[in-house]
């Protein structure tokens, strides 16, 4: 089995808790055989979705997945980019540490080159330009705890970015690396 199978294979397994505790909170037990997975998110125009993106057969609901890749969209031209399903395995498992009790904050999702190329500090090579990052925050959370979370499921799968910063975590689906950030742009 390659690398990138057997690491979806692990994120798909791994990440079947947090489909029951978003989808339904209370139900914390799963039926057997259920492959769903899920997520909680609000970006910054208020726009919420609360659903599984993986259906109970395994199959992905590529309806919201659609959802999603709007939410995740750039917000200052309004324009989609891609929603890499392994970007929302990723979040939803750092969001698992918390019993996914309240939604992810996405504070940036897809950038267009223009949006990315007019944010100060922001990478010229950004993985947001291919919507494969994200910078999130939990309310209540504090960063240091967010980061830690998102490091173990990086050291799990030999994945994930990391940038700590004052007010927001970045996550991407890049090789497994880390850096702290003083401003406030990944």
């Known amino acids: 089995m390659d690398p990138t199978t057997k ?11 947090l ?33 599984a993106y993986v259906r109970p057969d395994g199959q992905i609901d ?7 890749k709007r939410l995740f969209r750039d917000l200052r031209r309004n324009q989609e980019g891609p929603m890499p399903v392994l ?4 979040l939803g498992q750092v969001q698992a ?19 990315n190329n007019a944010l100060e500090g922001a990478a010229r090579n950004s993985r947001h330009l291919e919507g494969q990052a994200a910078d999130i925050r939990i309310p209540g959370v504090p960063m240091a705890q967010l980061a ?26 890049g090789p497994r690396r880390g850096w702290r950030g003083g401003g406030g742009t990944s």
């Open 62 to 68: 590529w309806q919201v997945v659609a959802r999603l």
């Open 148 to 173: 830690a979370a998102a490091a173990n499921v990086s050291w799990r799968y030999n994945d994930l970015g990391i940038g700590t910063y004052p007010s927001f975590v970045h996550l991407d689906i």
């Open 19 to 51: 489909a029951g505790l978003v989808t339904r909170p209370a139900e914390a037990v799963r039926r057997p055989g259920d492959r769903s997975r899920a997520i909680w998110i609000r970006n910054q125009a208020g726009e919420e979705v609360r659903a």
């Open 87 to 90: 970007l929302l395995d990723m």
């Open 97 to 115: 540490r918390w019993g996914a009790q309240q939604p992810l904050i996405l504070l940036s999702g897809y950038r267009t080159a223009q949006t």
């Open 7 to 17: 690491r979806r294979g692990l994120l798909g397994g791994a990440a079947l808790a």
